[in-house]
């Protein structure tokens, strides 16, 4: 219901004030929730924190995230190993490091597949209807119709389990979502004026779609894909863990987390940094989802 | 009413058409021939030939496809391709452990949900609302695998009251179903709250206020009965998350259910095991939906008499 109502809105809204006024309009209210927050300064600091890493990750890491240590294996955090050694020896805090930039491609990839494949077929289905738009839309419930997990594992049992062929799948069953955002974009654009003038000055269906509708069915996009972002990371890391996704020493949290299951009893601190990683990461992005869709549906905002 | 329904049970049937003929034709398109994947590259041709003829993959599609629903029909979900064993006996050997921990999971879940979800809509911005929106905010960002291995290192470690793993007793079921609700329940009490909060904004709530009801009842009678249409149609989608979380929380357990099967069965590309447990977990994933379904058009007379 949310979905939907924020979906509408943000295409009304560019509409009513330009793109550019638009992205001003939510700076301002990011401004003033930065001011008022203690938990939005948080996930803010955390995510910059984040973005360093993945950018200076091989400057930063103390050692090589796949270099075996067998005379140090499993050892407790030290001055040599910061947050210590899984059973093999390497360190964590350096696999950490080189996680954040395997997770966050990850879920770039993903995004960028979903986005590739959605976006086209939601923005046809909304500007032509009719049974092109039937067709799609039912192909795009199907896939929504799967419970949660279920079709990224079909998925993923079809190509079998690699890093890469997770991103795939997950992008895979991230693209309906953006489906029917364009879609819903597609549908309100299309009733102005400006696309009846373009219509009647000639131009083709294929280049309206592409040079005004689309355009104007952006920042929506924009706005949900640091949430779907966020489920992507997510569901690589569960991949991860699962082993269906990166497969073992390759540093990816979620493989490491499974790692660290093993020792559990033993030696928790292999099982505690790569979870708390994904879980503050995890809260970051969930805080910044909440701050956006605050600001963008308008009627909590009318209550407030 | 009748022809509601009916529309309802046509729909949950083409929807259900529809799932296994996606997975029968991503199963078949699979890059790579599962065959020879399966026997390895040293496996010769007369090998894969003698396998692809027992397994029926030599057959036309259309046939094959044909085959599928026959076999469906009578719950005959083939042999397994790794180990040669009947799928449908472990199918139901498992759904029993899955059934029992998402059963148990849903009803705690939904206990929590929405009981915190009322509370913390009618006491907007105080306190309780305020704990609750942190607690849940964390809730639904712990991924299932760190929640359970971390109530796992509490309970079963450093507190030695659960089993860490497997299905031994009764109280081997406490820790995987607390993880499975837990996650669910984080979700559940944000839309329970935004629902509610919608309701008692409408100016129905005002005017029940107005002609003098007591709080309470405008909350648990009016509002709530106003609120369960949504509430009901979140609780079927949750439904679909905790299957998934499931999946997670049976490999964090070691518990014996559909989800374990499942991901064995994705590594060693076991085709009709995992076959078998997705038409399972979206199958009772869509006959919920659809009960979900009958529930309300029970409550809501206006979805009735349309």
Known sequence: MLTCSLTLFIPTLTLELGTNSMFKFITQAIKRSLRRSKLARFSTGYLILLLVIIIFGPYLAPSDPLALDLEHTVQPPSMEYPFGTDGMGRCILSRIIYGARLTSLAGFVAILVGMTVGIPLGLISGYCRGKIDTVIMMGMETLMGF??????????????????????????????????????SALSIKEQEFIEAARMSGESNFSIILRYIFPNSISPIIVWSTIYYARAILMAAGLGFLGLGAQPPIPEWGAMTAIGREYIFVAPHVLFFPSIIILLTALSFNIWGDLLRDILDPRLRGME | MFKHILSRVIRAVITLVLLVSFIFIAMHYAPGDPVT????????????KAMKHKYGLDKPLAYQYVDLWQRMIRADFGISWKTGTNVSQRLFRSIKYTL?????AMVIATAIGILAGIVSATKRDKLFDATTRSITLVGI????????????????????????????SLKSLVLPAITLSLWVAGSLTRLVRSAMLDVLNEDYITGARAKGFSERFVVYKVALKNAGVTILTVLGLQFGL???????????????????LMVEGVKSRDTPVVQGCVLFFAGGFIVVNLLVDFIYSYIDPRIRYQ
């Not at chain 1, 990224?152 to 991230?174: E, F, K, Q, Y």
């Not at chain 2, 712990?142 to 089993?163: E, K, N, Q, R, S």
Request: proline share 8%; no cysteine.
């Open chain 1, 147 to 184: 419970p949660y997990l279920l079709l990224v594992i079909v998925l993923i049992t079809m190509l079998g389990p690699s890093l890469p062929n997770a991103m795939v799948a997950i992008g895979i069953w991230i693209m309906p979502y953006y489906t029917r955002l364009a879609r819903a």
């Open chain 2, 37 to 48: 994947t399966m026997l390895g590259a040293g496996a010769g041709p007369e090998k894969i």
């Open chain 2, 100 to 104: 029992m921990l998402a059963s148990t």
């Open chain 2, 141 to 168: 960002s712990l991924p299932t695998f760190v929640l359970g291995l971390g109530l796992m290192y509490i309970f079963a470690y450093v507190v030695d009251w659960f089993p860490s793993s497997g299905a031994t």
């Open chain 2, 242 to 260: 905790l299957l998934g979380g499931s999946v997670i929380t049976e490999v964090v357990f070691s518990w014996p259910g559909l989800g374990q």
